[in-house]
């Protein structure tokens, strides 16, 4: 595979969340179709489709004219079986941290087995904890500890700028073809709602006091990432479970 399998073949996703100002999502449409991406999802963006997004994208309305627009974050990644979450900030969440560059290289490589997302916050507030954790991998632009917050757009650039670059390079076959088929968000969360079914009916979970659980689990898994063979031995444990309770009538 060399540098015939272009960026623009390939199913990447820029996710925008929150977004404020229209003039942002427009330089956004404008950097991606510059660096060869193409496909934009936006989170309840405050106001679109809108004039000064189309002004500011400059020839790249093509984009803006197909963007998604969806009501959550779990909504616009449904399909995606890498989800890379862009911050300003280092946090301290337990996630994996990586920089565009190495960022960009894993997601070419998986974006040949499923779709890929690379998801941007809200200007003044970035994402939040509950969207982050909805990611696989932090990426970090490295930048002035001191002021380290880039335009959203301008952020958006370097990470397709280093997605083209990467993808300029040889793509090593093998790695390609040994890359797992990652679960999609979507696929992972039927597991989530059989997993806390099977919790109910068993009586592990009490749904009058959930506590944190279901959140706890949904961490675990997370860092874990099953693929789509492993996940499906998942749900058959737990389809065994609800099968033995039917059999030997543990439901009132
Ligand atoms: N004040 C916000 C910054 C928001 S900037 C905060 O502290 O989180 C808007 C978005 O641009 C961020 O949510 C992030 O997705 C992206 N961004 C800005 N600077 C970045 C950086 N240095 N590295 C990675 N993403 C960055």
Redesign the pocket.
């Known amino acids: 595979m060399s540098s015939s399998t272009t960026l623009a073949n390939l199913p990447v996703r820029i996710v925008l969340v929150g977004t404020s100002h229209p003039g942002n999502i427009g330089a956004v449409a404008r950097a991606m179709k510059t660096m060869h991406v193409s496909t934009l999802r936006l989170v309840t963006p405050k106001l679109f489709p809108h004039a000064e997004a189309t002004a500011m994208a400059s020839g790249a309305d093509d984009l803006l004219a197909q963007a998604t627009v969806c009501a959550t974050l779990e909504e616009a990644v449904a399909d995606c079986g890498l989800i890379l979450g862009?911050?300003?900030?280092l946090r301290s969440l337990r996630l994996p941290q990586m920089e565009p560059r190495e960022a960009a290289g894993s997601a070419l490589v998986e974006a040949h087995k499923h779709p890929v997302a690379f998801v941007?916050?809200?200007?003044?507030?970035?994402?939040t904890n509950e969207e982050l954790s909805l990611c696989h991998t932090l990426?970090?632009?490295p930048?002035n500890p001191e002021y380290?917050?880039?335009n959203?757009a301008m952020?958006v650039q370097v990470m397709c700028y280093e997605l083209l670059m990467s993808s300029r390079g040889p793509t090593d076959v093998t790695v390609v073809e040994e890359a797992s088929e990652y679960a999609t968000a979507e696929e992972m969360n039927y597991f989530y709602t059989h997993l806390q079914q099977v919790m109910i009916d068993t009586g592990f979970l009490d749904p009058a006091a959930p506590k944190h659980l279901m959140k706890r689990l949904r961490r675990l898994f997370g860092r874990a990432r099953p693929d789509k063979q492993e996940l499906n031995i998942l749900r058959g444990i737990l389809s065994a479970v609800n099968e033995y309770g039917d059999k030997h009538g543990n439901k009132q």
């Open positions: 862009a911050s300003a900030r941007f916050g809200r200007e003044r507030t970035g994402l990426v970090h632009i930048a380290s917050s880039l959203l952020s």
